[in-house]
């Protein structure tokens, strides 16, 4: 198999476990996780930012038609999750280290473009579990971006850095043939 559709095979995998993950957890209404982005960091950790984008656009487009239309604007959250991995991962490889740091950084910065959509699009409140968060603090007198950012951030820090841990032992773990293209063994001499 080419490199080519190595890289399709398992990008159209990766929308999959996003959309499907993502689904069963919000409508077991878990707390604390997503995991609608464990796909866009594997691609982007093993093939780099763009393809990890592409697959982070793909799965709110995936998302918006099975889910519902507020997905789709968030779908910039989930090209954010690809390029910080993948630029991450080109530049120190995806280690442990690497990985831990990732996913604090996008625990930070996914709330913070999150807020900003779903307070431009929907007033702050999205359907989700935490809107229950986002009304208390509303109503207990936090500005409308904070009462949508608080929540988001706990929920945030939790998902991504799991989700990144998760991936980096997946990664780790993968046979060498399965990743033994150039791009991904020019970056990643050794995943420790």
């Not at 998760?166 to 993968?174: A, F, G, R, S, T």
Request: hydrophobic share 55%; aromatic share 10%.
């Amino acid at each position: 198999m080419n490199q080519k559709t190595l890289v399709i095979t398992l990008g159209a995998l990766a929308v999959a476990i996003n959309v499907v993950a993502g689904t069963v957890v919000s409508n077991l209404k878990i707390p604390f996780l997503f995991l609608d982005t464990v796909g866009t960091i594997f691609i982007a950790a093993v093939f780099g930012p763009l393809w990890g984008a592409l697959v982070g656009l793909l799965t709110n487009l995936v998302l918006g038609v099975t889910s519902g239309y507020t997905a789709i604007p968030f779908a910039l959250v989930n090209v954010i999750v690809g390029l910080v991995v993948g630029y991450s991962a080109r530049k120190n490889g995806y280690r442990f280290s690497s990985a831990l740091i990732s996913g604090i950084v996008l625990g930070i910065l996914c709330p913070i473009v999150g807020t900003i959509i779903a307070v431009g699009l929907f007033g702050g409140f999205t359907g989700g579990v935490q809107d229950v968060a986002v009304l208390w603090l509303k109503q207990a007198g936090t500005s409308l971006f904070a009462a949508a950012f608080l929540p988001r951030l706990g929920e945030n820090l939790i998902d991504k850095i799991l989700s990144a841990l998760l991936v980096y032992y997946i990664v780790k773990n993968l046979p060498q043939s399965l990743i033994n293209h150039r791009s991904y063994k020019k970056r990643n001499t050794h995943v420790a």
